[in-house]
């Protein structure tokens, strides 16, 4: 994690709380590696995880989950259907 976005996301978590979305693997062509993270606010996001509609839709379900939740691994397979052109299968914590 570089010094750039430990110092945003410590100034994000004192506007609210945020949840994690990270990399969990990633099997064939996916946008990050495994370990890859982005802090979802409510109105912000810190750090990406490859961007397009991976990264929209995880937005999405994290903005969900803000209001209490527990974590959960989903799988996104990364054609046509989501979008996405990488070919692989990228699961996200």
Not at 60 to 85: F, H, K, V
Request: net charge negative; charged share 15%; hydrophobic share 40%.
């Amino acid at each position: 994690m570089s010094n750039h976005h430990v110092h945003q996301l410590m100034h994000a978590l004192k506007q609210g709380p945020a949840v994690l979305v990270s990399v969990d693997s990633v099997q064939g062509s996916g946008p990050r590696e495994v370990g890859a993270w982005m802090a979802v606010l409510a109105d912000q996001v810190v750090n990406t995880i490859g961007g397009g509609n991976l990264e929209f839709q995880a937005i999405d379900e994290a903005r969900q989950m803000l209001g209490g939740g527990d974590a959960i691994t989903r799988r996104y397979a990364l054609g046509p259907s989501l979008g996405q052109c990488c070919g692989g299968v990228v699961h996200l914590r």
